[in-house]
T-cell receptor, first 117, second 113 residues
Framework: AQSVAQPEDQVNVAEGNPLTVKCTYSVSGNPYLFWYVQYPNRGLQFLLK??????LVKGSYGFEAEFNKSQTSFHLKKPSALVSDSALYFC???????????????FGSGTRLQVQP | IAGITQAPTSQILAAGRRMTLRCTQD?????MYWYRQDLGLGLRLIHY???????GKGEVPDGYSVSRANTDDFPLTLASAVPSQTSVYFCASSAGTGTHEQYFGPGTRLTVT
């Protein structure tokens, strides 16, 4: 079964500084990897995904993520944080192959990003 | 605005009562999903449907049932609610089950007393 670990419950960063939200995964075979953001009292919004190809994936709102197969990681990054980036971030994984039941999307427990002005 | 709607927004329900959470999407997506979100546990999949007429069990299906009579609607039913079903419930959809990202509704906050 696949799993996702987000080792930090919360990440604090000053506005203008770079940010990183960590994610590691475990899956059989090749992974499809996703990042979502959740603002208070809202549903999750898709940020970016890695399917294949370039290990650096660019997404919405200036976010990017780097896929590292050897470290089984997919860390979310942004060069310059904004106060409005403060939210809950979820990493998710599904295996590229397999029956649809086992290919359900598995989410991490989430990391709260707090950007201080 | 195209997307997913969920109803009700919130509900307080007495234990033992039956409840149906409604979910409708207008994106003509094939796949739909129900998740529950609990603090510290992230989102856990309850049931899914890859296409109209088919459903499957997710990680935490006990106490819940779903139906998918058409493409747009995917209701979630709690036959006899228990306090452990207190949670925030999210419906989601995607164009397919492979590389496609999921789109989420605004959620239903359910409290079972």
């Amino acid at each position: 079964a696949q799993s996702v670990a987000q080792p930090e419950d919360q990440v604090n960063v000053a506005e203008g500084n770079p940010l990183t939200v960590k994610c590691t995964y475990s899956v059989s075979g090749n992974p499809y990897l996703f990042w979502y953001v959740q603002y208070p009292n809202r549903g999750l919004q898709f940020l970016l995904k890695y399917i294949t190809g370039d290990n650096l994936v660019k997404g919405s709102y200036g976010f990017e993520a780097e896929f590292n197969k050897s470290q089984t990681s997919f860390h979310l990054k942004k060069p310059s944080a904004l106060v409005s980036d403060s939210a809950l971030y979820f990493c998710a994984v599904r295996p590229a192959l397999g029956d649809t039941g086992r290919r359900a999307l598995t989410f991490g427990s989430g990391t709260r990003l707090q950007v201080q002005p | 605005i195209a997307g997913i709607t969920q109803a009700p927004t919130s509900q307080i329900l007495a234990a033992g009562r039956r409840m149906t959470l409604r979910c409708t999407q207008d994106m003509r997506h094939n796949a739909m999903y129900w998740y529950r979100q609990d603090l510290g546990l992230g989102l856990r999949l309850i049931h899914y449907s890859n296409t109209a007429g088919t459903t499957g069990k997710g990680e935490v299906p006990d106490g819940y049932s779903v139906s998918r009579a058409n493409t747009d609607d995917f209701p979630l039913t709690l036959a006899s609610a228990v306090p452990s079903q207190t949670s925030v419930y999210f419906c989601a959809s995607s164009a397919g089950t492979g590389t496609h990202e999921q789109y989420f509704g605004p959620g239903t906050r359910l409290t079972v007393t």
